[in-house]
């Protein structure tokens, strides 16, 4: 959606609005399931903008790993999805929607070279708006449902550079009316369909055309309708407002025009020093105390934009203390605004991270007391924060905070700890963050206790009181609410408990010692892989892929300085038979259009942030620590292939994930997933079988 457009248009100044979202993205609605179907959040979003209607075509779903990247194998799913009427289907519903609408303009996405869905929707599109304004075309349409001819005037494609754009949308230009900006009013409905990260604003461009049937203009229309650079959409298009096709407008005066025009001004200001100055590491520690000037006399909701968008650029460069302080800010200035429900569950998963903990702590070296100022700063702030929500009697977490040592006090103790005591220090740190985090929960109990009995909270806390040693706390939160999500995560730790308990394997895996090193060559030949259990991918239920008896499996085995994991996987007809390409090889490769696998590593089982580890048929490998793409691990990777299969062998250093060397008692959570470009996944645990409350399945080190 252009929500730049529909932000200044539909909701600044009344034109009606409606949106076609013509695949159904399976991966979005599955992503995303906790927040709603696709099209509720889509319709969702449309109407945060001022907009009427959003529909998705449930025709027309998107299933195949990277399906969306070839026309041919594309065509080829949805003729099946339509039982080889795709071309008449597709045109139908569009030429239909169009009659129902009415729209004066319609406005579409000008495809990338790789973008099969973009390629088949816009070249539909294109005809189906031809076809709309013929009354020979689809006469069902009017006598089965009075849908009449309708002839569109105008068609508007958005483009990804300004240069041949007749018409661009600034983020910054001001909407009176709704006393907002382009982009504060945009981004209350982009962020219902987009993660609340990347929120930078950015020009939309258009290009403006005839309607396909009216591609040889006569006449005056010409005039009306080839615009030059600068214009708006409705040049030359008259629309009365208070009408079918635009809403009554809200009277506004001269002042509150050029208040609102000076608030931009100010904004787009701040902006520029931001850009300026956000990879110079002094200068990007000073805008959030410039940022506080610059928010006086701004509503809420614009002022509170600023400081998430900074956060943004902290999170995007790995800036974390910069991006801590920031959402700290949002919560203790804007306690009121949805920001602030967001900078709560991002800090919380950020303090609970075993992943992020360690990798904020490991390369700390000699500098270890360096940043305990700012520290205790932002605790001071956070205890401030849970004061003023008010106490709780029945609140467990406040007793957890009564009964364990003051955070205060770890902060002076870290502060006084010898920088060279780097170890010392990482532990300290890590019981400060876990503190903190339990400290966050209460908070968000006493906020938002709705927010506080998801998953998305739920899980962390657990984890993070877990690290803590309050297993009691934990116990008397699930008791308190019986249908709390604690309840079958507590439920599964007891059974990881239980020494000796045979485990389901489905769900359940085992990492074994091994009592010697694999040699790296993608044979698989090693005792220790003999005496590894094997994990079974299981194929997606819905495409079904036939391996000739064959099937996919991974190894997994330690010993005190790596994580060792072995594959050995069936080929796929058709597919790209590259075998290993070493020389050059780098991180974060892009691996698409490769038969390649995910493993997802969860330290500390709290179920939202782990290691994201990819690596192809190729040997080529693509990482991340939960936001955190610049994480770059040392990994030793060897792979080996004939026609009927490839393997794989990659050995990870402990010390690239945790502190602590794992032994008998420890457990991760992990899945696996193989992706096989146009065909099918696989993976482990089986995907009917992961749901929204557990996860992924369970390693334990033995």
């Known amino acids: 959606m252009p929500f730049n457009a529909l932000a200044k248009y539909a909701g600044e100044n009344g034109y009606r609005a409606v949106s076609l979202i013509v695949p159904r993205w399976e991966s979005l609605d599955r992503d995303r399931d906790a927040a709603g179907p696709l099209e509720r959040r889509a319709n969702d979003a449309l109407l945060a903008v001022g907009g009427q209607s959003a529909e998705v075509g449930w025709r027309l779903p998107i299933t195949l790993p990277e399906v969306d990247r070839s026309v041919d194998r594309l065509t080829e799913e949805w003729q099946k999805h339509t039982e080889g009427r795709m071309v008449e289907i597709v045109m139908s519903d569009f030429v239909a929607q169009l009659r129902q609408w009415r729209p004066s303009i319609v406005v579409l996405d000008r495809p990338a ?51 041949s754009a007749k018409v661009t949308i600034d983020p910054f230009e001001p909407l009176p009316r709704l006393k907002s900006i382009v982009h504060e009013f945009a981004t209350s409905g982009r962020s219902m369909l987009f993660p609340t990260i990347h929120r930078v604003p950015q020009r939309e461009c258009f290009e403006l055309d005839l309607p396909p049937e009216a591609s040889e203009p006569t006449g005056s229309k010409n005039a009306v309708i080839q615009l030059t650079a600068g ?20 009277s506004m005066s001269e002042t509150e025009i050029e208040k609102q025009r000076e608030l931009a001004i100010r904004q787009r200001n701040f902006r520029g020093i931001v850009d300026r100055h956000l990879d110079q590491p002094d200068r990007a520690a000073q805008l959030l105390a410039e940022l506080r000037g610059a928010l006086q006399g701004l509503p809420k909701s614009q002022a509170v934009l600023q400081l998430v968008q900074l956060a943004d650029d902290h999170r995007r460069r790995g800036q974390w203390e910069l991006a801590e302080a920031t959402q700290i800010e949002i919560i203790n200035r804007y306690p009121d605004e949805p920001a602030a429900a967001e900078s709560m569950l991002w800090l919380l998963r950020f303090w609970s991270s075993e992943e992020m903990s360690w990798q904020r702590s490991r390369h700390v070296g000699l500098q270890a007391g360096q940043i305990t100022t700012d520290r205790t700063a932002l605790l001071n702030k956070l205890q401030q924060l849970v004061e003023s929500a008010g106490q709780q009697l029945d609140d467990p977490l406040a007793v957890a905070r009564a009964t364990t040592p003051d955070l205060k006090n770890d902060v002076t103790a870290l502060s006084s700890l010898p920088s060279q005591d780097s170890m010392q220090w990482r532990q300290q740190a890590e019981q400060v ?31 993070a009181l877990r690290r803590s040693g309050m297993n009691t706390v934990l116990m008397q939160l699930a008791q308190d609410d019986p249908t709390s999500p604690l309840t079958e995560l507590i439920s599964k730790e007891t059974l990881l408990a239980q020494a000796g308990t045979e485990q389901p394997p489905t769900q359940f895996a085992t990492c074994m010692r091994a009592a010697s090193r694999p040699q790296l060559d993608g044979l698989l030949s090693d005792d220790c892989w003999r005496a ?39 080929r796929v007809a ?15 490769a892009d691996l698409t259009g490769f038969d390649r696998l995910t493993f997802s590593l969860d330290v500390n089982r709290d179920f939202a942030t782990s290691y994201h580890i990819h690596v192809d048929q190729r040997g080529q490998v693509a990482e991340q620590c939960w936001e955190d793409a610049l994480w770059n691990p040392q990994l030793f990777v060897a792979v080996d292939a004939e026609d009927s299969r490839w393997r794989l062998e990659m050995a990870i250093p402990l010390q690239e994930l945790t502190n602590a060397v794992p032994n008998g008692t420890t457990n991760w959570a992990v899945s696996i997933t193989r992706t096989i470009p146009l065909t099918s996944t696989e993976t482990w645990p089986a995907r009917q079988e992961v749901t929204a409350q557990v996860g992924p399945g369970i390693m334990r080190f033995r």
Do not use: M
Not at 574 to 588: A, E, I, Q, V
């Open 532 to 570: 590894a259990k094997e994990i079974r991918l299981v194929a997606d239920s819905r495409t079904p892929t036939e391996f000739n008896g064959s099937y996919s499996f991974v190894l997994l085995t330690y010993d005190h300085q790596f994580l060792y994991i072995a594959a050995n996987i069936p």
């Open 113 to 163: 070279n790789d973008d099969a869905v973009g390629k088949l929707v816009f070249s539909a599109a294109q005809r189906a708006i031809s076809a709309a304004a013929n009354p020979t075309r689809y006469p069902e349409h009017e006598q089965l449902g009075g849908l009449g001819p309708w002839r569109v005037e105008r068609v508007c494609v958005q483009v990804s550079s300004k240069d």
């Open 231 to 250: 214009r708006e959409f409705w040049t030359g298009i008259s629309l009365p407002t208070n009408s079918e096709a635009r809403r009554a407008l809200l």
């Open 574 to 588: 058709g597919l790209p038979t590259d075998g290993p390409r070493y020389p050059g090889r780098k991180h974060d």
């Open 433 to 463: 963050w876990l503190r903190q985090a339990v400290q966050l929960a209460r908070l968000i109990r006493q906020r938002n206790r709705t927010l506080f009995d998801t998953p998305h909270v739920q899980f962390p806390l657990a984890s």
